[in-house]
C-alpha cells in the first residue's frame, strides 16, 4: 500500500469550516481499494446500488418508475388529463339527474304537477281519454272520449229529442210505448214473458215483469239496480201512439220516476175513451208493483191460473199514476158475472 502526502488545502484557506481535504478523501479509497471497489481486485462495479438509474450504464437514464415524472400519479395515463375520472362522459352535465332526463312537460307520459293525466304525446288527443293539454276528456267538454257515443259541449247536453244525454251515452231519441192484441186468462204458461212479447207488435217488447227473467230490480223500490232484458232505457223520450209524449227517461230506465221516487206521467198511455163502453180495454198487465218491483202476488198464481180463485193486480192504462198496478184487484178468468169477457187485459208494449 502507498500513503501519498498532500499539502491540505485547508491550511491554505485558513482551515475554513467545511473544507474539503483531499488526502483524506485518498485514504478513504485507499482502505477501501485503489478503485473503491470492496473485493480489491480493481475491477469497475457494474452498478450503484443508490442510483435509479438503468443498469445499463446510461446515468440519465430515469428511475425505474414509468411514465412521465411530471405528470400527476392520480391521473388516468390512458385519458385526457383534464378529464375528472369521477365524471360520466355520457351525461350531461346540464341536465339535473333527478328530472327524468328533461323538465316535465305535457307529453312526457308523466303526471306532473298541474295535469290531471298525461298518456304521452302519441296517445293525448281530441278524440282521445286525455286531452293535449293534460286535461281529462269528460263529458261536456265537446271533445269525443272512446266511451261516449256523442258530446255535444258544455250546456248541451240536454234532456231533449236529438240531443246528445248528459252522460254522453247516446243521443236522445223518441220511442213510443203501445197496445199489445187481448188475451183471455191469466194462465200465460209455459213462458209468460215469451207469451208477453208474443201479444206485442214486431219490434216492440211487453213492460212485463217475471222475477229472474225480465225485471228491473230484485227488491229496490224505484230503481234499476238488478235489470235483465228489460225494455225500457235511460234517456230516452217515450211517447203514445199519437206522439204525446209519455215520460222522458233519464239515468233511471223507468217511467215516471224522479230522483228516487214517483212522479205522474206527462200523459197516460192510453188515449182518452171517446166511444164507450171503454172497459173493453182490460186492465194493463204488467206483473209489477206501482214501485217497480216484482210482483210475488196478485199474480195469478205465478201466471197459471184462469179462474177467479186467483187474483190479479193490473194497472189502469188511462192513468198517469196508477199504471202498473192500482190496488184493486179482478179474478184471473177475467169476466164478468155471466161470463162474459169484457176485461179483456192487454200488455204495454215498447217500441225497440
Not at 83 to 94: A, I, L, M, N, R
Not at 169 to 190: A, D, M, Y
Not at 291 to 308: H, K, M, R, V, Y
Amino acid at each position: 500500500m502507498h500513503t501519498y502526502r498532500l499539502i491540505s488545502i485547508c491550511s491554505v484557506l485558513a482551515l475554513a469550516p467545511g473544507c474539503f481535504s483531499p488526502e483524506e478523501e485518498v485514504e478513504s479509497i485507499n482502505a477501501s481499494g485503489e478503485d473503491g471497489s470492496t473485493g480489491g481486485t480493481g475491477s469497475e462495479s457494474t452498478a450503484g446500488p443508490t442510483t435509479g438509474s438503468d443498469p445499463t450504464g446510461d446515468p440519465t437514464t430515469a428511475s425505474p418508475t414509468t411514465g412521465d415524472p411530471t405528470t400527476d400519479p392520480t391521473e388516468d395515463p390512458s385519458g385526457d388529463p383534464t378529464t375528472d375520472p369521477t365524471e360520466d362522459p355520457t351525461e350531461d352535465p346540464t341536465v339535473d339527474p333527478t328530472s327524468g332526463g328533461e323538465d316535465p312537460f305535457c307529453g312526457d307520459g308523466n303526471v306532473d304537477p298541474g295535469e290531471e293525466c298525461d298518456d304521452g304525446l302519441d296517445n293525448n288527443g281530441l278524440d282521445q281519454s286525455c286531452l293535449p293539454d293534460c286535461n281529462l276528456n269528460v263529458c261536456g267538454d265537446g271533445n269525443l272520449a272512446p266511451d261516449e257515443f256523442c258530446d255535444d259541449g258544455e250546456g248541451n247536453n240536454v234532456l231533449e229529442v236529438g240531443a246528445c244525454a248528459p252522460d254522453c251515452s247516446r243521443v236522445i231519441e223518441e220511442k213510443e210505448i203501445s197496445f199489445s192484441s187481448t188475451f183471455e186468462g191469466g194462465n200465460l204458461q209455459p213462458n209468460p214473458v215469451g207469451f208477453a212479447d208474443g201479444q206485442c207488435p214486431a219490434g216492440t217488447l211487453a213492460l212485463f215483469s217475471v222475477a229472474g227473467v225480465r225485471q228491473a230490480t230484485n227488491g229496490t223500490p224505484f230503481e234499476a239496480d238488478a235489470m235483465m232484458d228489460w225494455p225500457l232505457q235511460p234517456y230516452t223520450a217515450y211517447v203514445r201512439s199519437n206522439g204525446d209524449p209519455i215520460w222522458m227517461t233519464e239515468s233511471v230506465p223507468l217511467l215516471g220516476v224522479r230522483d228516487g221516487g214517483a212522479e205522474p206521467l206527462e200523459n197516460p198511455v192510453g188515449l182518452a175513451c171517446s166511444i164507450p163502453p171503454c172497459l173493453v180495454y182490460g186492465p194493463g198487465v204488467t206483473g209489477l208493483n206501482s214501485d217497480w218491483t216484482t210482483a210475488l202476488s196478485d199474480n195469478c198464481n205465478g201466471w197459471t191460473s184462469n179462474t177467479d180463485a186467483s187474483q190479479l193486480d193490473g194497472g189502469v192504462i188511462n192513468s198517469t199514476t196508477e199504471f202498473l198496478a192500482s190496488g184493486d184487484t179482478v179474478g184471473c178468468s177475467l169476466e164478468d158475472e155471466s161470463g162474459v169477457g169484457f176485461q179483456l187485459p192487454r200488455f204495454y208494449c215498447v217500441e225497440q
